[in-house]
Each structure stands twice: as structure tokens, then as C-alpha cells.
């Protein structure tokens, strides 16, 4: 629905005063306002499936490899492993 047809009901929404432009990275537009919004982080996780409770985790950048992660993992769980189930990410010869 159109923002005019509910005009007389938006009087209580208070106007803006000022515009803000953030300038990023030295450079103010859309083309450094969306790369810092697509810059984004994983989270790798490992679990007990019959838990469910999370027994280690890695906050990485979007860069780093999925199946480089499986070491780092399986070196903060103290307990033995019996079943270790990844997606297709991790289906390297080194995994």
C-alpha cells in the first residue's frame, strides 16, 4: 500500500531534522557501504549429537577453508570420537 494512503494516520512519526552520510574506508557511496556489509564470518562448530551440546567452536573469515578447520576442531574436544558426520565442505583427501 502506497505511504500517502496512510498520511493522516503518520503525523505522530516525527520528521527527520538532518541526513547522516557516513563516509567508509575514505570513500562515501553505495559501492563501500555494500562491501562492508557483505564482509562476513563463520562460525565451525562441533557437537555431541546425543546432547546436543556444542563441544567446539572456531570464528574464522570467509576466506579460510572449511576442511582446514576439521584439526583445530577435533583439538579442543577432550573426549574420544566415535562419529565425526561434516557436509560437503568438508569432504577433502586430508579430512
Known sequence: ???KANADR???IPQLK??????LGGVAGRETRHE???SWRKL???FDAMT???VASILTDRDVD?????????DQITD?????????????TGV
Open 80 to 92: 574420544p570420537v566415535e562419529l565425526f558426520l561434516g557436509d560437503g565442505a568438508y569432504d577433502r
Open 66 to 74: 572449511d576442511a582446514a578447520q576439521v584439526g583445530p576442531l577435533l
Open 1 to 3: 500500500m502506497p505511504h
Open 18 to 23: 538532518r541526513r547522516v552520510r557516513l563516509k
Open 52 to 54: 546436543g551440546r556444542i
Open 44 to 46: 565451525h562448530i562441533g
Open 36 to 38: 562492508k556489509r557483505c
Open 10 to 12: 503518520r503525523h505522530h
